[in-house]
């Protein structure tokens, strides 16, 4: 499986290497420009156990029966894009799909996905690219582009931010392809023109370094001497190419960002979603993939500024409340001071952070020795009484936060639209709810807790099950 390539994603345009960035730009016109959709990733595919989806490039595991999926907001896409694929296995196995095989497919639940608005009655499947086996993702487009098929689901849904209650919803859906985005390419290159000469005619002229120009002297790695250098001379030259660097890097950036603001505007911005609302309406999109049809090398062009502005706006609320604790200090949001000061009780801090899957491993060789570890030297009941206390506040936290939501959104426009701001206030009450059980059952394992192992498993029994 390609891990990396697709945990690592498609590149920007921006941040390739200059003679990449140039070459692409130059031959624009070879490239098949597609839609860059903003939706979820899915893996699927079958493998000795069977037909099978999974999250595993981003920590997951494999999954072969809806069921074995937890009922949460975050895995409903995930369940539901389950049953839909198992529906279409039989015409995906007529396809060609084999055991060994794995697809990767994006995901577009519900009217905001993520950022960018969708369809209000229709969730879509999109096929992206083969990343195990020998599968023709052409085949399977071909075989179910346009199919429509209905997904029953129980799926979770909040009114009031706190409490969670399920309900049967069947749901549209269709399998498609990746829209192609219509794009005037030569237009594009003659407006680029003037910019684009003036970055190679600075990238032709002599760097000051060893009769060499701006671009050989921008490509050199500083952690190995170049053969044309003298192991004696190496110190000062490395100096002399560093300064010459900043130098060339001060001239280009400049270039390639009025560059990278003229190919948003005459290619992103134009564009309306194939799956979503008109311009008109407030639809549009993340940006677009340029892929070569030969060589399959793909990048994108995303307009960062609306597409940043908007995603802060949008997750503002939930990011404050749920962002995982990188380290024990700063800003943290609400979860991630509550599982600190948790961790902290217990002596050992980082188990409320990002870190605490390392933290485990340096602590133990297994589950009972890293649970004997952390216990050791703890007053048990100290602790308990702690927790009761910092969660008794928390949970008042809590409810003044979510009254405090509640009255900003009803008095308030956000100015998102109003599609998308019944989207974004239902995704945040959403969140509002799951912190709200986590406040719970964080309070009943408390109060069931005999010993101070089974706090430490309350707070990190996910984390210790991870890495066993």
């Known amino acids: 499986m390609i891990i990396n390539e697709i945990s690592k994603g498609i590149?920007?345009?921006?941040?390739?290497?200059?003679?990449?960035?140039?070459?692409?730009?130059?031959?624009?016109?070879?490239?098949?420009?597609?839609?860059?959709?903003?939706?979820?990733?899915?893996?699927?595919?079958?493998?000795?156990?069977?037909?099978?989806?999974?999250?595993?490039?981003?920590g997951g595991v494999r999954i072969y029966n809806e069921s074995e999926y937890d009922v949460r907001f975050p895995t409903t896409y995930m369940r539901a894009a389950h049953?839909?694929?198992?529906?279409?296995?039989?015409?995906?196995?007529?396809?060609g799909l084999r055991q060994g095989d794995q697809v990767e497919a994006e995901v577009l639940f519900d009217v905001l996905p993520n950022v960018v608005p969708y369809s209000e009655d229709r969730n879509y499947l999109i096929f992206l690219r083969t990343t195990e086996g020998t599968i023709n993702i052409?085949?399977?487009?071909?075989k179910l582009d346009g199919r429509s098929l209905l997904v029953d689901l129980v799926e979770p849904y909040t009114l009031d931010g706190r409490n969670i209650n399920l309900r049967e919803q069947t749901r549209q859906w269709s399998i498609n392809r990746v829209p192609q985005v219509s794009v005037n390419v030569a237009k594009v290159q003659k407006l680029l023109a003037k910019d684009m000469a003036a970055l190679v005619s600075y990238l032709k002229e002599y760097s000051g370094i060893n009769q060499l120009s701006n671009a050989i002297i921008e490509s050199l790695p500083l952690n190995k001497r170049p053969a044309w250098c003298d192991p004696s001379d190496w110190k000062l030259t490395k100096r002399l190419i560093q300064y010459q660097k900043e130098k060339i890097?001060?001239?280009?950036?400049?270039?390639?960002?009025?560059?990278?603001?003229?190919?948003?505007?005459?290619?992103?911005?134009?564009?309306?979603?194939?799956?979503?609302?008109?311009?008109q309406d407030g639809g549009w999109i993340e940006g677009v993939v340029l892929r070569h049809p030969q060589t399959r090398k793909m990048v994108k062009i995303v307009d960062k500024t609306r597409f940043g502005?908007?995603?802060?706006?949008?997750?503002?609320?939930?990011?404050?409340?749920?962002?995982?604790?990188?380290?024990?200090?700063?800003?943290?949001?609400?979860?991630?001071?509550?599982?600190?000061?948790?961790?902290?009780?217990?002596?050992?801090?980082?188990?409320?952070?990002?870190?605490a899957k390392s933290y485990l491993r340096k602590i133990g060789e297994d589950r009972q020795s890293r649970l004997d570890n952390l216990s050791e030297g703890i007053n048990f009941k100290s602790v308990?009484?702690?927790?009761?206390?910092?969660?008794?506040?928390?949970?008042?936290?809590?409810?003044?936060?979510?009254?405090?939501?509640?009255?900003?959104?009803?008095?308030?426009?956000?100015?998102?639209?109003?599609?998308?701001?019944?989207?974004?206030?239902?995704?945040?009450?959403?969140?509002?709810a799951t912190v709200s059980?986590?406040?719970?059952?964080?309070?009943?394992?408390?109060?069931?807790?005999?010993?101070t192992a089974d706090l430490v498993e309350a707070l990190v029994g996910k984390q210790l099950k991870d890495i066993e």
Do not use: C
């Open 249 to 279: 890097k001060s001239v280009t950036r400049p270039i390639l960002e009025q560059i990278k603001i003229k190919l948003v505007e005459h290619i992103v911005s134009p564009q309306q979603s194939f799956f979503g609302p008109t311009i």
């Open 138 to 142: 052409d085949h399977l487009k071909q």
């Open 83 to 95: 049953k839909l694929l198992e529906q279409v296995l039989p015409q995906m196995l007529s396809a």
């Open 309 to 355: 502005t908007i995603r802060e706006s949008a997750w503002q609320k939930r990011n404050m409340l749920t962002e995982n604790a990188k380290s024990t200090e700063g800003n943290l949001s609400f979860v991630g001071n509550l599982r600190v000061g948790l961790a902290t009780s217990l002596g050992h801090p980082n188990l409320g952070t990002i870190q």
């Open 384 to 432: 308990q009484e702690y927790w009761f206390g910092l969660l008794e506040t928390a949970q008042t936290k809590f409810d003044r936060e979510l009254d405090k939501y509640a009255k900003e959104t009803d008095s308030t426009q956000t100015g998102l639209g109003n599609l998308l701001q019944q989207a974004v206030k239902t995704r945040t009450l959403e969140t509002f």
């Open 437 to 451: 059980q986590s406040i719970l059952q964080m309070q009943n394992a408390t109060i069931s807790a005999k010993k």
């Open 11 to 58: 590149p920007h345009i921006e941040d390739l290497p200059l003679p990449e960035f140039i070459k692409i730009v130059n031959s624009l016109h070879e490239y098949e420009l597609t839609e860059k959709l903003d939706g979820a990733q899915i893996l699927f595919g079958i493998d000795e156990n069977g037909f099978y989806t999974s999250r595993e490039s981003k």
